[in-house]
C-alpha cells in the first residue's frame, strides 16, 4: 500500500530535504507542501503533485482514514517515513504528519490575460520580500477573485516554505508569475489598456479617487523602499492611503487588501461572483 522508507541516505528523503533550498526549487522545478489542508487544496485545484510522504503515527490515526483513502484513489505514489525520519524532512516545527512534492506549473502574463472576462484585476508586486507580506497578497487576490499576481525579480520566492504557508492554499487558486523585467512587463500591460495604478505615501491622490472598473495593475512596493523609481514612472495613477493616525504606514500585506478591496467595491454588481 505505502512504500516504507526508514534511511536517511534514501534519495527521496535527501531530495526533500535539498528542496528546502531555493537554487534547488529552481532546478528541480518542485517545491514542498505540509499539512491536511495544503495537501487538500492542490489536489482540489489537481495541482501538479508528483508524491505524497506520511509519517507513521498519521497512517494510524482513525480520523485520517478518509484522507489516506482519498490519496489511494488518486493512485499516487504515497511513501511511509517513521516518525523520526518525517520531523527530520518537513520544514515546519511542528509537522502534521503529511507533505507533498509539488511540480511548479509555468505561467507567463499572456496567459492571465488570455483567461480574463474583460477587465482584468491584477497585482504586482515590487520587491516585496517578507514571505507573509506575498502570502497575504496572494491570499487576498484569491479571495476578491482577482484575476493574477505578478512577482517582480526582487521578491521573495514564491516557493519559500513560509510564503507556501502563508497563501492558506490559495497558491493552487490563482495565476501567479515571476517576471525577470518588471519595465517591459508594465508596457506589455499598458499596451493592452490595463492601467497601472501604484501606491505611494507621497502622492495627493486617495485610492478611492480611481477608477478601478476597467482593467487595472495594482502595484505593491517594497516594505522599507516602497515602489522603486522605475516602476512608479510607469504608473498612470500614484495613489495614498489616508493616515489618520500616529502611524506612518501600514505592512504591504494590509495596504493591498485595502486597494483590491476597493476594486472589488467599485465592480460589485458587474459581473462578480459574490458567495
Known amino acids: 500500500m505505502y512504500k516504507v522508507i526508514t534511511s536517511s541516505s534514501n534519495k527521496l528523503y535527501k531530495h526533500i530535504k535539498s528542496l528546502s533550498i531555493k537554487s ?3 532546478k528541480n522545478g518542485e517545491f514542498i507542501i505540509e499539512g491536511i489542508h495544503l495537501v487538500e487544496d492542490a ?28 490519496l489511494l484513489d488518486l493512485k499516487l505514489p504515497i511513501y511511509q517515513f517513521p516518525d523520526r525520519l518525517f520531523k527530520e524532512a518537513a520544514q515546519t516545527e511542528t509537522p502534521q504528519g503529511i507533505l507533498g512534492i ?5 505561467i507567463v502574463v499572456e496567459d492571465i490575460l488570455l483567461r480574463d472576462k474583460g477587465s482584468p484585476l491584477l497585482i504586482f508586486c515590487d520587491s516585496v520580500q517578507d514571505p507573509g507580506n506575498v502570502g497575504t497578497i496572494i491570499r487576498t487576490a484569491d479571495a476578491a477573485g482577482a484575476d493574477g499576481v505578478i512577482l517582480s525579480k526582487g521578491c521573495v520566492d514564491v516557493y519559500n516554505p513560509k510564503t507556501v504557508r502563508s497563501t492558506m492554499g ?7 508569475v515571476k517576471v525577470e ?16 495604478i501604484s501606491s505611494e505615501l507621497g502622492s495627493r491622490m486617495y485610492y478611492f ?16 523602499k516602497g515602489v522603486s523609481k522605475e516602476v512608479s514612472g510607469m504608473a498612470d495613477y500614484h495613489v495614498k492611503i489616508p493616515m489618520c493616525g500616529g502611524a506612518e504606514s501600514l505592512n504591504a500585506g494590509i495596504a493591498s487588501g485595502i486597494l483590491i ?3 472589488v467595491r467599485q465592480r460589485l454588481g458587474k459581473n462578480l461572483s459574490v458567495k
Open 43 to 70: 489536489l482540489k485545484a489537481r495541482a501538479p503533485v508528483r508524491s505524497i510522504v506520511v509519517s507513521e503515527s498519521f497512517i494510524k490515526k482513525e480520523e485520517h482514514k478518509n484522507v489516506l483513502g482519498a
Open 102 to 106: 509539488v511540480s511548479v506549473q509555468s
Open 24 to 26: 534547488n526549487r529552481d
Open 261 to 263: 478591496y476597493e476594486a
Open 170 to 176: 490559495s497558491l493552487f487558486h490563482i495565476p501567479i
Open 209 to 224: 479617487e480611481v477608477n478601478m472598473e476597467e482593467g487595472v495593475v495594482i502595484v505593491i512596493g517594497n516594505e522599507a
Open 181 to 196: 523585467d518588471s519595465i517591459k512587463t508594465l508596457e506589455y500591460l499598458k499596451q493592452r489598456g490595463i492601467r497601472i
